[in-house]
Each structure stands twice: as C-alpha cells, then as structure tokens.
C-alpha cells in the first residue's frame, strides 16, 4: 500500500519564477492538505482541498494556488516566487469520514530552494 | 492568537533512559493533540493522539499525558533508542473542525550510544 507520494523531492528556482508540486495521497484517502515547512520549524498549514474545491486555506498569499483532480491527487502552485518560500513542502492526506481530518499521513515533501 | 509551543529546543538522553517531551498550548478550545515525529528527510510521522476528555494514552513504549488545566501536553518515550533521534512536533486541531493542523516548532530528541 503506497503511502503519500510527492514529486519531484528537490527543486531549485530562481526569484518570479512559477512552481508546481505535486502530491498523490495514500489509497482510500480523498482529502489532500498542503503545509510549508521552513527550515527548524513546525509546518504551517497552507490550504486543504476536498472533492476538488479548496475548503480551507491558511494564513498565505494568493500567490499559492492548488488544485485537486478526480482521483483525488493534487497540485500545489506557487506563481510570482520569493527568497522566503524556500522550505519544504509537505503534503498530507487523509479521510473526509474522520469527523477532524485527525491521523494525517504526511509524504516525504518537496525541498524547494528559491535563488 | 493560537499557538504551540515547546519547552525545550533539544533533548539529549542516554540510551535505555526515559525520555520527557512538553509541550505548551494557548487555545483553550482545542479538543485533539497529536504527536509527530520527523527524521531527518522525511515527512512528520504520527506517534499518538489524545482527545481533550481524556489526561492519559498509552502505546508501544510511548504515552501522551494531557493536563488541561495548564494546557499542557507531553510525550514520554519508555526505554529510548537511537531510531527514536528526531524531531518531535506536539500539534492540535482546534474546536471548529477546520482540519488545520497547528504545529509548534519542535524539540529535537539525541539518543546517545
């Protein structure tokens, strides 16, 4: 049983460039949260999408964007990039049936290095 | 505003030994905490949860203790191995169901041989 999978695991941009993250949630799971992670913290919830519509969305900009596709993968974009949204990029899946989205099951992330 | 916090940085521990990991909140309202570990190049890895109507879980060789009273959480590791050196998150979903996760910074656990 494949867990969260996330591509590409390392990824280098320079500053107004576009970037594309892309997550696979663990089977039997329709609920994909996104979450940055900068260097020696905790990571911080950017949104959640649910049946392809974002249903929450954390403290970010509008430069982040995601989107969910029919079998339940999802894509995170981040347009217009700064040195700051370097971090790590985890994405988290669960069941919509968990009353609060509890027991997140998190894939290895996505390491992006803004230039 | 929300938040969680832990008490310390970094934990060192010999080997064999009982290990203690706190962790402080502020919202008052939170009804389920979580523990998480993460080694290094990896995504966070869940450890135990406990919910706001209990003070106590136990697992394999880990147990979660809840004082509500002081918003205060913690994470006993029984018998600590070196595969338990990681980072060590405590994080709550809030009362209003939203599904985000609140992390605090982490503390980082070293096993020494």
């Known amino acids: 049983d494949a867990g969260v999978t996330q591509s590409p695991t390392h990824l280098i941009k320079t500053r107004g460039q576009q970037v594309t993250l892309r997550c696979s949630p663990k089977s039997g799971h329709d609920t994909v949260s996104w979450y940055q992670q900068a260097l020696g913290q905790g990571p911080q919830f950017i949104f959640q999408?649910?049946?392809?519509?974002?249903?929450q969305r954390g403290n970010f900009p509008d430069r982040f964007s995601g989107h969910q596709f029919p079998n339940y993968s999802s894509e995170l974009n981040v347009n217009a990039l700064l040195l700051g949204d370097s971090a790590l990029y985890l994405c988290?899946?669960?069941?919509?049936?968990?009353?609060?989205?509890?027991?997140?099951?998190f894939g290895s992330g996505t390491q992006l290095s803004v230039l | 505003g929300e938040s969680v916090g832990l008490h310390l940085p970094t934990l060192s521990v010999q080997e064999g030994d009982n290990s203690i990991i706190n962790c402080a909140y502020s919202?008052?309202?939170?009804?389920?905490f979580i523990w998480y570990k993460q080694e290094s190049g990896k995504g966070p890895q869940f450890i135990i949860d406990?919910?706001?109507?209990?003070d106590k879980r136990q697992g394999q060789r880990v147990t979660v203790l809840l004082n509500k009273t002081v918003k205060h959480l913690s994470l006993q590791i029984a018998a600590t191995q070196p595969g338990d050196s990681a980072v060590y998150f405590c994080a709550y979903h809030g009362s209003s169901n939203t599904g985000k996760l609140i992390f605090g910074q982490g503390t980082t656990l070293q096993v020494k041989p």
């Open positions: 999408y649910y049946e392809e519509e974002e249903r």
């Open positions: 919202n008052s309202a939170s009804d389920y």
């Open positions: 988290a899946s669960s069941r919509a049936g968990d009353l609060t989205n509890e027991k997140l099951f």
């Open positions: 406990i919910r706001s109507n209990m």
